[in-house]
């Protein structure tokens, strides 16, 4: 969509990382994007702003589905911008627009960035990968949000919404053969880390699910569950 009222004013203008991710996205038109792109060939610093944001992202954008929505929905839209809203409202809404659209892409990226804190610059041909996964299940307001840094092969899992039981929670790595490797048992709230054993490390890719179960108290690992799963997620790298 065509944003007929011009380039944004100075003290409108995102920030370079902002600016970065809303060109990754594809939420420039017109004259904002072509600054953009100019910015990205003249200026070393944005286009590396540009390359990060596209390594981030690409994974999770290859999750989805591309729908086209109906020609109805954008005509309504635009509609609407073009009889009421003044151009600082226009602006305002397709911030908003960024934030819709982008949300569950951008929802890994930002919380990994709370998750395991800053890291050095790189150059996008050296940025780490690293690992998250959510698990959910049948269990009400259960939610395991996991993240795993290969270069230290440290994982750390924020527990939220388990209920009390006489078992603990233990994750396990399930891969492409089906068999479920306990990663040992974590506590019931909060955030738990752990050191992944070596011979498990390899086994955290996009091809592997996280799985809970509840076990009975235990200083090591289980060999085998001895329950069904109560929450799983999919290994998404980024």
């Known amino acids: 969509m065509v944003d007929d009222t011009g380039p944004m004013k100075d003290d ?6 902002t600016l970065a991710a809303e060109l990754v996205l594809g939420l420039l038109d017109g004259e904002e994007k072509a600054v953009a792109l100019r910015k990205q060939l003249s200026d070393p ?3 590396h702003a540009v390359d990060a944001w596209n390594h981030r992202v690409d994974p999770l954008f290859q999750e989805f589905q591309e729908v086209e929505p109906a020609g109805s929905v954008w005509d309504g839209i635009e509609s609407r911008l073009d009889n009421g809203p003044s151009g600082g409202t226009v602006v305002q809404m397709k911030r908003w ?3 819709a659209i982008a949300s ?3 929802a890994a990226c930002l ?12 150059s996008p041909s050296e940025t780490p990968s690293v690992a998250v996964a ?3 299940g049948d ?5 395991l949000a996991v993240s795993y840094n290969p270069a230290t092969a440290e994982m750390r899992i924020d527990v939220n919404g388990m209920p009390e039981t006489d078992t603990a929670p233990e994750i396990w790595i399930v891969g492409q053969d089906g068999v479920f490797r306990s990663l040992g048992q974590i506590g019931r709230d909060g955030i738990s880390e752990m050191t992944v054993p070596n011979d498990h490390r390899e086994l955290i890719n996009s091809t592997a699910t996280l799985q809970l179960t509840m076990e009975p108290p235990s200083d090591t690992p289980h060999a085998k569950p001895t329950g069904e799963s109560v929450a799983s997620g ?5």
């Open 12 to 17: 409108e203008a995102p920030d370079d990382e």
């Open 45 to 47: 610093k944005f286009a």
């Open 97 to 99: 627009r960024m934030g």
């Open 104 to 106: 569950g892409a951008l």
């Open 111 to 122: 919380a990994l960035a709370l998750i395991v804190g800053p890291t050095p610059s790189v």
């Open 134 to 136: 959510q698990l959910t």
């Open 139 to 143: 269990i009400e307001g259960l939610v």
């Open 234 to 238: 999919k290994v998404t790298i980024i």
